[in-house]
């Protein structure tokens, strides 16, 4: 990924060398029509930036260039240089580069008497001139000072060569090995004096990291940093943290974790593509396993994934996740799926991203898995620039990236993991709950950039279906995890059944008595329609009477007015 | 060296070509030095030539010139480069295997 240079005017001429990150750490490159020192120790990649100079010289910028090499054959140079992906032989066929092998054989010379490096200087002229170059490397002119002894010569014609160059307009790296307590073991920078530039390869740890720094630059403002750098297949690339723009364009669209419980605790149902995720969790929390299931669900959805394991092997990833009833080997088969393994002590931290690097470039996967990240030892800051890098490296390419990390408790760890943090969008955190004499696995969404996300603290299981989460059961001291809570449970069932038949118990209770209540009420009723019925009757007989007694009234009347 | 043997077989026929810049006053001094010791011990048994770098360029490359003047002895083997003016005449025999001689003038 070439980093653009950042727009600038120059006060000094600049001339691009084409190394990613390093235009814009000297804000435009190196000075143009001038000598230039790279210096550094044996294998500190001198060779490799004088080259990716004139390479960038030669195919980026239509500048032509000529490599004079005092140490390697033309043909061992090209060799060397092929692994980044540089073709200098055909370069030089087609007259856009040339190589001159300054071969000095120190038994074959016989000093006697006054000389001068005319011949050095007809060379490098007639080469320059061959092919009308702009760019020179001189690589390593030190070696002069072994082959021969005339110092004093030496560095008169040093300072000529210097001066000629400069007077030709060449834009020119002259590498020197590095010396004790100086930059270059014979002092080039006393004549080099525009800009130095210092290559490190240092091993810390036990691991090498290759590092650049700008020490001079005169007339020109730079960074003034040690800047990690790497080498790979596209060259050289400096990693100015700085430099990694956070500028990529963003996808609204949602991928599945592969844990369906997951995705219903995230918002948008799942992580948004070319996000980057990480789950935390102590050892035997299930990382791997969870990094297996969001890789098995990526194939199964067609897309490719990029695996990149540091503490197992493929086969043992896909033996331990066919425990959980997931059929990895064939995503392998079918080319979905590829398994990059490597011990991080393997490589610095620098060649395990060009290799990451590589790799991406090589097989355009659309989800990356780096299973754990907490393996990669190293000073803080280098490791934090280098995961930073790597998930700028993913983001860029719109790859949705899983990393997994070992948390320790306290301590340095949880720092870093701080630190990382502020990269990821999402993190996760597996955790482990001791209760009641057991262990039991819980997970919750420390956060989710872009989407609300649940609170929970939810408990999982991993069995031959996979990855489950179970329904939370909050009971009356908190979350109840594992035996506890399925005890729980079952109380509750039984409680409930208590309550259930208890209700129901009182229900016939009321029906027996309600029965009983309408018995009585019909009792009564009848009761009172008899005494009705018989106060009919008096009342019917009383009628009769009353009307006997009119009618023997009557006839007793008319008996006594007959009478009269 | 083989010096010894040299001179008891018949002595070796001699290749060399001498690289000078231009016309400097040091390349004219060293091909005069180097007439004049071939004159005096490779009489009749020498091939010399004299390249202009300036002229030649392609010539100092393939023949692996740095310095000038140089003098290369292509034969007999094993091959020398002697680089200097010649001036340190003890020097360019032993470099090129030939006997120094008692009466040394210099």
Redesign the interface.
Known sequence: MPIKPAPFRPSLPKTPTGVAGFDEITMGGLPTGRPSLVCGATGSGKTLFAATFLVNGAVKYGEPGVFMSFEERAEDLAANVASLGYDLEALVAEGRLGI?H????RN?????????????F??L???VDQIGAKRVVLDTLES?FS??SDEAVLRAELRRLFSWIKARGLTAIITGEQGEGRFTRHGLEEYVSDCVVLLDNRVQDQVTTRRLRVVKYRGSAHGTNEYPFLINDHGISVLPVTGASLSYSVSDEVMSSGVGGIDAMLGKGGFFRGSSVLLSGLAGTGKTTFAATFADAACTRGERCLFFVFEESAEQICRNARSVGLDLQRHVESGLLRFEAARPSLYGLEMHLARIHRDLDAFRPAVVVVDPISAFRGPDLEVYAALLRMVDLLKSRRITGLFTSLRGDGGLQDAEDQGLSSLMDSWIKLQTVEANGEMNRTLYIIKSRGMSHSNQVREYVMSGTGIGLIEPYIGPGGVLTGSARITQVAREEAMQLHRRQKAERRQQALERRRAALERQIAEMRASLETEEEEAAGWLREEELRELVLKQDREVLASRRSAAE | MSRGRGLAADPPRYHLRL?V?GTSP?SLR?IQVLRRLCGRYLAGRVDLEVVD??QQ??L??RD????????VKLAPL???????????ER??L??LALPLEDTDGE
């Not at chain 1, 300054?102 to 054989?105: N, R, S």
């Not at chain 2, 692996?64 to 003098?71: E, N």
């Not at chain 2, 094993?78 to 340190?88: A, C, K, Q, T, V």
């Open positions: 001159d300054v071969h000095i054989a074959e010379i016989e000093e006697t008497g006054e000389y001068d490096l005319e011949g050095l007809v060379r002229g007639f080469a002069l082959s021969l | 690289f810049a040091l060293t770098i300036y360029p392609e100092a490359e692996q010139i740095l310095a000038a003047p140089t003098l094993p091959l020398r480069r002697l680089i200097g003016d010649l001036s340190d020097q360019v032993r470099a």
